[in-house]
């Protein structure tokens, strides 16, 4: 397996595989993200819920509104900022960067902006990395927008 490995390096292919360490890394991450976001969304949520006296509530179909808010309000929420992180990655806010930085060099003398042009200013956002792995706002958007149009359809029917 060595003589293997050896010869992919001297022939300059190097597959290398991810390590337990990198592994356990992203794993932590993913769950990480994950947690975040479903505890912001459950507090948003609650909040949601408190300010519509869900507690109080005797009728079945005010339960099952507040609750629809609860879990809708959260759910577009996350979906749209997945979709503001795609947006973003397409270079589209460029723009309005620049002219918020040139904007500020105006009145504040430490934010001017290095280069003058839009056109260098373009390719050196250009140059930045990319927002990757955003899904989870897709994925945990997605479940509490589901939970809010099933407390939707129990409030209909």
Excluded: H, W
């Excluded at 769950?31 to 109080?56: D, E, P, Q």
């Excluded at 990655?89 to 290095?114: C, D, E, M, Q, W």
Aim: hydrophobic share 45%; charged share 20%.
């Amino acid at each position: 397996m060595s003589n293997n490995r050896l010869k992919k390096e001297s022939e300059g292919s190097t597959e290398t595989k991810p390590n337990e360490e990198e592994i356990k890394e992203s794993k932590s991450g993913v769950i990480i993200k994950y947690s975040m976001t479903i505890a912001t969304m459950t507090l948003f949520g609650l909040t949601v819920a408190f300010s519509g006296n869900l507690f109080t509530q005797v009728a079945l179909k005010d339960i099952f509104r507040i609750l629809c808010d609860a879990f809708m309000l959260p759910g577009v929420l996350a979906i749209c900022a997945g979709f503001l992180v795609m947006i973003a990655n397409t270079g589209f806010f460029s723009g309005v960067k620049y002219l918020g930085k040139s904007f500020l060099g105006v009145f504040i003398p430490g934010v001017r902006l290095k280069q003058k042009r839009y056109k260098e200013f373009k390719e050196k956002e250009e140059q930045k990395a990319k927002i990757k792995n955003y899904g989870f706002l897709f994925l945990s958007g997605g479940v509490f927008f589901v939970i809010g149009l099933v407390f939707l359809v129990l409030f209909y029917v």
